[in-house]
């Protein structure tokens, strides 16, 4: 008898969550999900910032005024956040969240950009450096006034991540926790061959650019179609580079594959930041990690040890 998948879509951190279980039998397959969403909420609560008291509101009421006590968990999920900053040269950083909204609405109809002063002192406040982590008294500080962290470029990887784990300690052998693109893989499909994951093609989002197939990986994709403006004809993404404050461009979109799903989502983001050649060569740097990029003319790009359908 060959076991059969069990899936479940829903709505969490404000995304679209679909979680796959390979299993023999249904009730076993539903209640093990049920545990994966009620994991997912929980982070959603830790992590949000549309709720008053999360630890994150906690931590960015207080910036420029006080320590705040944190959860372990946070504290190294932060501390984890700021190493990637170190890595990445401050193409990521969890202190986005203080970027000037008022230049930057994607979701309305933009006219115009800003100029180059005013872009840069929209983003003045992005700093990782700020961040103080107390591991003794587990306190997290923002040393200025105004600051804001979040999670938005590393969330659905670690909540994918900590679904799978708790799906792996129910017994689930085979699976996938894909969050809106982010996705982490184990074990094998009910035949036993690998998972085949899908490129979205920048263009038409709903349609495959490319495949792979993969087992014990997780694959995360940012890309210039999901949120953008189009001005005087030039298409800008909503991804800000956090030095100059404008909008990146030259790339459509950015898949990352490695084992973890928090790694390949946090690294995205600043590979589209860096540009092809600086990323490529970054990437290229970091045992078991690959890189596919595909740029505005929709060349395909590939870091040295990638192989695809």
């Not at 990352?256 to 590979?271: F, G, H, R």
């Amino acid at each position: 008898m060959q076991p059969g998948l069990y899936k479940r879509t829903m709505k969490l951190m404000g995304n679209r969550f679909e979680i796959t279980v390979v299993a023999f039998d249904e009730s076993w397959a539903e209640a093990c999900i049920h545990d994966a969403v009620t994991e997912i909420q929980r982070i959603e609560t830790l992590l949000t910032t549309f709720q008053d008291n999360s630890e994150t509101n906690q931590v960015n009421r207080m910036a420029g005024i006080q320590p705040v006590e944190v959860s372990a968990e946070m504290l190294q999920l932060v501390s984890r956040s700021v190493k990637l900053s170190k890595l990445t040269q401050g193409a990521f950083d969890i202190t986005y969240g203080s970027v000037d909204k008022r230049f930057w609405n994607f979701d309305t109809t933009m006219q115009s950009l800003p100029d180059k002063a005013t872009a840069a002192a929209s983003v003045r406040l992005i700093n990782y450096r700020n961040i103080v982590i107390n591991e003794e008294q587990s306190t997290l500080f923002l040393k200025e006034k105004g600051m804001r962290i979040g999670f938005g470029g590393i969330g659905k990887g670690y909540a994918a991540e900590r679904a799978k784990a708790v799906l792996q300690q129910k017994g689930v052998t085979s699976g996938i926790v894909n969050a809106s693109g982010d996705l982490t893989t184990w074990g094998t499909q009910p035949d036993g061959h690998p998972w085949t994951v899908g490129i979205a093609n920048p263009d038409i989002p709903h349609q495959l650019f490319s495949s792979l197939t993969i087992s014990g990986m997780a694959i995360a994709t940012s890309g210039n179609y999901e949120k953008y403006v189009v001005i005087d004809g030039k298409k800008y993404s909503h991804t800000i580079d956090p030095s100059t404050g404008m909008p990146v461009q030259g790339i459509k979109s950015v898949s990352i594959l490695c084992p973890n799903a928090e790694m390949a989502d946090a690294m995205a983001t600043p590979v589209m930041i860096m540009g092809i050649k600086a990323g490529l060569h970054m990437i290229n740097q970091i045992k078991g990690m690959a890189c596919l990029i595909i740029n505005d003319h929709n060349q395909l790009f590939t870091s040295a040890n990638i192989r695809l359908q």
